[in-house]
């Protein structure tokens, strides 16, 4: 796979196209989440922030679809319903694949090279000007809209039936255009004024969308009728209609008679009439030739049309193309043995899947929003609310989304700043706490050679593994919680049964201490760090079998796996911290710091990395911008010994580390806000870790031996209920108060 993404990132300007640039490292990333109140993604609080996290957005990659939060909640019923006519007009026998793309291709390529801007005749005129014959084949009109009956913008035949918006409808209404109501004819024409400072046609049109979006058709009708406003125009339903029914010919004719919008916004006058579909400004109609030419390829290559596909690559996307690169990745999928082969290797879905609707939400990013609303709007802007709510809300503790009736706050009450439990356990100092990732268990290790788990609903020593012959540096959780792996400072990583605390494997001694471990996303393998310098990264199997050694000779102090299982991050006891691509297994980039990392964790999103450093500075790094650092907190101390950060909170709303002072800081994530310092152990805190199941709970361990469990009063209360234990030589657990 090559380093560039097969569609540019528009994040920058989500109107405008941009032209793809080699990046500094391969770049790999698998489809992730679209926008969601976890995802930290939301404006930042303050107008003087130099770094936008509004903009956060899935790693530019080789995959062949956009950024993953252009991918909105799909509709399944939407394209199950459509009708092969769209907007009333029969569907034609298409001509033969290759005299219809050369007929096509070769008045395009006059076109363009008369200028992108020249006046194209009505598409409706050139069309009916000549046969067709019916192709079976999905590269070039299906026929039918997509399978899984989902658009990204929607697309409805004339009779409705379609719950998606921006749907390819019958314009209900137009300026000043003749209505039929009861047989008769009434003339209505948009109305003016704003709706409480708001252009009053925006607002309009992104209430009829949304109402197709939830499934109220007559309402959007209704809606439209009364006030005038279409959701969009005939030419846009056709290019929509046209991408999604994979009819590559008939939407680059739409293409190329399409004007371009004069303001910055997209919303002005467009430069010459066109046939009503406007481009944003600065949109490069080469770029979206490209990327529907790309999507014709692939399908050809499914269909295992391998030399037609070659005939696309050659005559149709060589000449728009100019890197080589790029060009040069997608010779290489001639070389897929199978469907599936190709699917895995482009990370595309295939033509059943979503990726004509992926293709057709890039596209739209491309079209002016004045004809083209893009997708969800109105959903998109109630979320950015919530997201800025929760942004303000400096002791956000409420895990479910906000309600819309009034304005979102949490109270400070609820900030988990006491400690409700203290756990007493066998001698020795405290160097890692983990919660599984239910929250049921907390898992403690250090000094004394052991692993103890403590049930969260009793406070009770449940399990401890014993088997190491000295402490336990690091361990980490099964996906499942079924199992654990643990790394010794005996030169030893061992492989447990969490249900009954037996030992399952020993894996083949290392010559220098185990430092570090994670899992797989299957739970098949783990990969350990260590200080031995010719395996100082493996990756195991559950038989102990070393399956790949990485070829980076550097030790591994500390290491991190993110939860989509893409990213492999390695921090050496150097100044580097090493970035590595799981499915590729190279080093895709390296960090150099002038101050040395002591630790590192990483974001649920799997986006955002935290480094401590000595100087006692918790810095918050992007994984895919890879630049300076969006945030710093400072507050804390640090030395020569690892000192354990974290995210936590509801949607990982903030930033927790231990300090050398034997305090804690909690910080805002968004903001940098110190939210509190607290007094934890002495004389050092060493690890802290917050409850992924409960936002107001986090635990705190130090070189006391000590546990500490932190929430608020109303947690206290209830825990007065929970047993007392008596001090056993597993530990005992009291009750601070």
């Given amino acids: 796979m090559n380093d560039y993404p097969i569609y540019p990132d528009a994040s920058d300007h989500p109107a405008t196209p941009q032209t793809i640039d080699p990046s500094s490292s391969t770049n790999f990333s698998a489809p992730t989440p679209s926008i969601t109140a976890t995802s930290f993604s939301t404006p930042a609080l303050t107008p003087t922030d130099t770094v936008n996290l509004s903009q956060a957005r899935n790693p530019p990659t080789e995959s062949l679809h956009p950024p993953p939060e252009q991918s909105q909640q799909q509709h399944p019923s939407a394209l199950a319903r459509a009708g092969s006519q769209v907007l009333g007009r029969r569907r034609r026998q298409s001509s033969d694949y290759e005299d219809d793309d050369q007929d096509s291709d070769h008045r395009r390529d006059s076109d363009a090279a008369s200028g992108p801007s020249a006046p194209i005749g009505s598409v409706s005129e050139r069309r009916f000007g000549k046969r067709r014959r019916r192709d079976s084949m999905l590269a070039d009109g299906d026929g039918t809209l997509n399978s899984n009956g989902a658009s990204r913008n929607g697309s409805k035949s004339l009779a409705r039936g379609d719950g998606h918006s921006n749907g390819a ?26 709706y409480f400072g708001h252009d009053r046609e925006e607002v309009t049109r992104i209430l009829i969308q949304a109402l197709e979006d939830m499934g109220y058709h007559d309402a959007a009708e209704s809606v439209g009728r009364d006030s005038g406003y279409s959701l969009e125009g005939q030419t846009v339903a056709e290019f929509r209609s046209a991408v999604l029914r994979g009819s590559w010919s008939e939407a680059e004719e739409l293409l190329f008679g399409a004007a371009t919008a004069t303001s910055s916004g997209g919303n002005g006058q467009p430069t010459h009439q066109g046939n009503g579909l406007v481009l944003a400004p600065g949109a490069d109609r080469n770029v979206m030739r490209f990327w529907l030419r790309q999507q014709k390829f692939l399908e050809l290559l499914e269909q295992r049309e391998t030399g037609r596909a070659l005939m696309v690559l050659r005559n149709e996307l060589t000449p728009l193309y100019q890197d080589t690169s790029k060009l040069h990745f997608l010779s290489s999928l001639l070389m897929c043995q199978s469907p599936e082969d190709l699917k895995l290797k482009a990370e595309w879905d295939g033509a059943r899947g979503h990726s004509r609707e992926i293709l057709l939400t890039e596209l739209s990013h491309c079209i002016s929003p004045a004809v083209m609303l893009p997708e969800h709007r109105l959903a998109v802007l109630l979320q950015q609310v919530k997201d800025g709510q929760i942004l303000n809300c400096l002791y956000h503790t409420t895990a479910t989304s906000p309600t819309l009736y009034s304005d979102h706050y949490c109270e ?40 103890v788990f403590w049930d969260i609903s009793t406070f009770e020593v449940r399990l401890k593994l014993e088997g ?54 299957d739970g098949q393998t783990m990969i350990i760090g260590s200080f031995d310098k010719e ?114 909170g509801a949607n990982e709303s903030f930033v927790i580390s231990g300090s050398e002072d034997g305090k804690l800081a909690i910080w805002h994530k968004a903001t940098g806000h110190l939210v509190s310092k607290l007094e934890a152990h002495l004389p050092r805190c060493n690890a802290v870790c917050w ?47």
């Fill in 535 to 648: 395996r100082p990264l493996c990756q195991w199997n559950l038989e102990g079998e070393c399956v790949y050694t990485y070829t980076r000779k550097h030790r591994t102090e500390d290491l991190v796996m993110s939860m989509d299982g893409h990213w492999l991050v390695a921090k050496a006891p150097e100044h580097k911290i090493y970035i590595y691509n799981m499915l590729t297994r190279e080093a895709e980039y390296e960090w150099e710091f002038k101050v040395q990392p002591t630790s590192i964790s990483i974001s649920q999103d799997s986006r955002l990395l935290l480094v401590t450093n000595r100087e006692g500075v918790v810095q918050l790094y992007d994984l895919i911008s890879r630049g300076s650092p969006v945030r710093r907190y400072t507050g804390c101390t640090s030395g020569n010994y690892i000192i354990r950060n974290g995210f936590g």
């Fill in 169 to 194: 409808r019958k314009e209900v209404v137009g300026g000043g255009a003749a209505l039929s109501q009861n047989g008769k004819e009434v003339a209505r024409s948009p109305r003016g004024g704003t």
């Fill in 412 to 451: 400070k009450s609820r900030f988990p700043t006491e400690v409700v439990r203290e756990l007493d356990r066998t001698p020795g100092e405290i160097w890692q706490l983990r919660f599984s990732h239910d929250g049921t268990q907390l898992a403690s290790s250090g000094s004394d050679s052991s692993v």
């Fill in 468 to 521: 190491h012959d000295t402490g336990v540096g690091d361990f980490a959780w099964s996906p499942d919680d079924t199992m654990m792996v643990t790394c010794g400072r005996d030169d030893f990583a061992r492989i447990w049964d969490t249900q009954t605390g037996l030992l399952i494997k020993t894996l083949p001694k290392f010559s220098e201490p185990v430092s570090s471990c994670v899992w797989s996303a």
């Fill in 691 to 737: 409850n992924p199941a409960d936002p107001c709970m986090f635990a705190s361990g130090g070189d006391d031996g000590k546990i500490k469990i932190w929430s608020n009063s109303d947690h206290r209360c209830s825990m007065r209920y929970v047993p007392k234990l008596a001090a056993s030589s597993n530990g005992a657990s009291r009750d601070p108060a």
